[in-house]
């Protein structure tokens, strides 16, 4: 099996990525690390103790990461940050409370250790802010090297989701995410919306998964129902009405099907500066820059590979 680690800010899509990865018999999750993102970290941590907990995945460790962005302290900054978190308790998550602890180990040190003493490839698969990856390669010159392959949920190249131009996970650590691009590493696929918002996912896959009758049948359904709602809400009823991109769990199946998505390499780099465009993804389609590509990136996707494989999968007793 693919060895995977999965960096996280558990969050509802988050769940259903970390359920494929730790179900699908072609991966071996060696671990999941969590970041500031969605949610306040400690609710990131607790959501993802109570998902491996709930499909009966306890024996993989959950390492806790960074509570802020690397270096921004005033806006863009994740508004739940500020918030103290208070409102987004870890009952967001339709399973039962977590029996698991985190491990007392930091995300950062499981990186870099991890790495240092790998003896096959493990892919890397941060589907949130930047944050952890970034403070493993300042701590670490070394981690660019050893990583083979990053693949990230992150950018956007028609829209974005927080503003008009940028997505949340790149927006939420804009440095973060510029130092990561700009890394050097050996091979980074950057899975945008244009691709995870064409792998959505309907009320009748919900049916479908929840008829399987597995924790992670039942917990993806009501997950995704929750999501359809409030996709719903945001595109008052627009182009998605009644569907839901699920799009960290894209990434994951993308690990194992690389048919799943399309991509064609670009040069991208993230702005920081821009009030207006920070959290950009800027997508030299025409090679104006120069530079050498630095990115597969993926703006196109198979809904149907996609929910065949969580059908699949899920359907496999656990728990
Ligand atoms: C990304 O932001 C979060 O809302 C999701 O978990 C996903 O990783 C999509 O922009
Ligand atoms: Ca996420």
């Known amino acids: 099996p693919q060895k995977l680690i999965l960096d996280v800010d558990t969050g509802t899509d988050d769940a259903v990525a970390i359920m494929l990865a730790a179900l699908h018999p072609a991966i071996e999750l060696v671990g999941v690390t969590t970041v500031n993102g969605n949610v306040p970290v400690n609710f990131c941590t607790d959501n993802s103790l109570r998902v491996l907990d709930h499909i009966g995945r306890s024996d993989i460790k959950v390492y806790e990461g960074a509570d802020r962005p690397l270096v921004r302290t005033a806006h863009p900054i994740p508004h739940r940050y500020d918030d103290g978190g208070e409102k987004y308790h870890p009952e967001e998550l339709p399973v039962p409370a977590a029996r698991s602890k985190k491990a007392d180990k930091t995300a950062v040190e499981f990186l870099i250790e991890t790495y240092r003493a790998a003896t096959d490839p493990i892919v890397l698969m941060p589907v949130g802010p930047l944050t952890n990856i970034a403070a493993a390669l300042a701590a670490d010159p070394g981690f660019v090297k050893r990583v083979p392959e990053i693949i990230i949920m992150g950018g956007g190249y028609a829209f974005g989701n927080v503003t008009a131009t940028a997505e949340f996970n790149i927006w ?130 198979d809904p149907k590979r996609f929910v065949d494989m969580l059908a699949e999968i899920f359907a496999k007793p656990h728990g």
Not at 242 to 249: F, I, L, M, T, Y
Not at 258 to 268: D, E, G, N, Q
């Open 172 to 301: 939420a650590d804009a440095e973060a995410a510029a130092r990561v691009l700009n890394a050097g590493f050996e091979k980074v696929t950057l899975v945008t919306l244009d691709a995870t918002h064409q792998a959505l996912m309907t009320h009748a896959d919900c049916d479908r998964l929840e008829a399987l009758g597995t924790p992670a049948g039942k917990a993806t359904a009501d997950i995704v129902r929750f999501r359809i709602g409030v996709h719903d809400a945001y595109q008052k009823m627009g182009e998605h009405g009644g569907s839901a991109p699920v799009h960290d769990a894209v990434c994951v199946a993308y690990l194992v099907d690389r048919a799943i998505l399309s991509t064609k390499r670009y040069f991208v780099e993230v702005e920081t500066a821009s009030p207006l465009m920070v959290g950009t993804t800027i997508v030299d389609t025409q090679g104006r820059s120069g530079a050498k590509p630095n990115v597969d990136l993926a703006l196109n996707a």
